[in-house]
């Protein structure tokens, strides 16, 4: 099928047949690619190079060859292969282009020689393969659901085993359809081996609820492969903030690599042809990238931050602790304790470790104030039990 030729959009379509598969599945992928066109964006490109057949080779052949045309510079397609170096990469291309002004319609280059090719990613794949995956699976789950569309708007099927049933069962439809009332009124409607079934059909709602979730669980399935978030939680509640970031982690790695790659193929294109063409990512993707870019260096600073007061807080040299006090008293009587009251409260972390040393006066004065109280204990017991007796 040509690119700009589509010979089904004059036709009128025809909703009596099937869905043309074919025709959706590329209708799928050229939506895509022109999606795709605005992951990158480029400076420094000449005029004979567009951005969009730049990106047209990469996303859809894998890769692409940049060869001067007289004093032009263009990107063509070509067959590689002959020649492999010690990675078994080939180091020749072969363009065919009928369409070059100042050179033969079939050419052999030489890689990094006096041509320089340009990968999508690392093993030449582009995007095609993956999109045909993906579409698909979006073809049949659109035709799935048109088939249950068209099934659900009948919620029961008439049978009849006569003719006069079966006109009697239309005019009734005819009646329901029209807004009227109506009653088959054949007699053999009444008798136990009725001529007139009626089949309930089963509700299709489910499915439809079904189809409509694989089909949101593979387009994110898609996007989140091409570096954009895009959630696919099956729960019908609300779901929290790490619920709706768990993919972020996958949505890097193929499209850093597919930029790596333009970057370092531009970088020989400016070397070998003296041009000055850089590549970045634009639209959502830019976003997404400057705003990852700033959480990183958010995350950074603090780092920094903590980092420099734990280093201070190590330098700083700690408060020497008052040095402890030795301090003489004498035990004072029950009576005196009693007296005195603490004023105030003293926590632990404010009293300073004070040692105690007790002289021998004070040590003989305990003993005979113990001694006494051991005394009197006795002597009352001894009265209680004579008052007992």
Not at 346 to 372: G, H, L, R
Request: charged share 30%; net charge negative; hydrophobic share 35%.
């Amino acid at each position: 099928m040509s690119l700009f030729w589509y010979p089904e959009i004059n036709e009128k379509y025809a909703f009596d047949d099937m869905p043309d598969k074919g025709m959706l599945l590329s209708s799928y992928i050229r939506y895509y690619l022109s999606r795709l066109q605005s992951m990158f964006k480029y400076e420094g490109l000449p005029d004979t190079i567009p951005a969009k057949w730049l990106e047209n080779y990469l996303l859809v052949n894998g890769f692409t060859v940049f060869i001067k045309d007289g004093d032009d510079l263009i990107c063509t397609y070509a067959g590689v292969g002959a020649d492999p170096d010690v990675y078994f990469i080939p180091t020749k291309a072969i363009v065919s282009n009928p369409y070059l002004k100042h050179k033969p319609a079939a050419r052999e280059y030489t890689r990094d020689v006096d041509c320089v090719v340009m990968y999508n990613d690392t093993y030449c794949q582009g995007l095609l393969p993956m999109l045909k995956k993906y579409c698909a699976q979006m073809v049949e789950i659109d035709v799935s659901f048109y088939l249950n569309t068209v099934m659900s708007r009948g919620t029961a099927v008439l049978s009849a085993t006569d003719d006069n049933t079966k006109a009697s069962a239309e005019l009734w439809l005819k009646h329901i359809k029209e807004g009227k009332l109506g009653v088959i009124g054949e007699s053999n409607f009444t008798l136990a081996d009725r001529d007139l079934t009626v089949n309930q059909l089963t509700n299709t709602d489910g499915t439809l609820t079904n189809l409509i979730e694989a089909m949101q669980y593979v387009k994110a399935s898609l996007y989140n492969e091409l570096g954009l978030q895009a959630n696919y939680n099956m729960k019908r509640e609300a779901i929290n903030a790490g619920e709706s970031q768990l993919t972020e982690d996958q949505l890097h790695p193929l499209i850093d690599n597919m930029l790596k790659e333009r970057q370092e193929g531009l970088d020989r294109v400016n070397k070998m042809f003296g041009t000055n063409i850089t590549v970045t990512f634009n639209s959502a993707w830019e976003i997404n990238e400057r705003e990852e870019e700033a959480a990183i260096e958010q995350i950074e600073a603090t780092t920094e931050q903590t980092e420099a007061a734990a280093d201070k807080t190590e330098d700083s040299p700690a408060e020497e602790a008052p040095a402890n006090e030795e301090v003489t008293e004498d035990i004072t009587t029950e009576e005196d304790k009693t007296e005195e009251a603490p004023s105030e409260k003293v926590t632990e972390e404010e009293a300073p470790e004070v040692e105690v040393t007790i002289s021998d006066n004070a040590i003989e004065e305990i003993a005979d104030k113990v001694a006494e109280k051991l005394e009197g204990e006795d002597e009352d017991e001894a009265d209680k039990e004579q008052s007992d007796n």
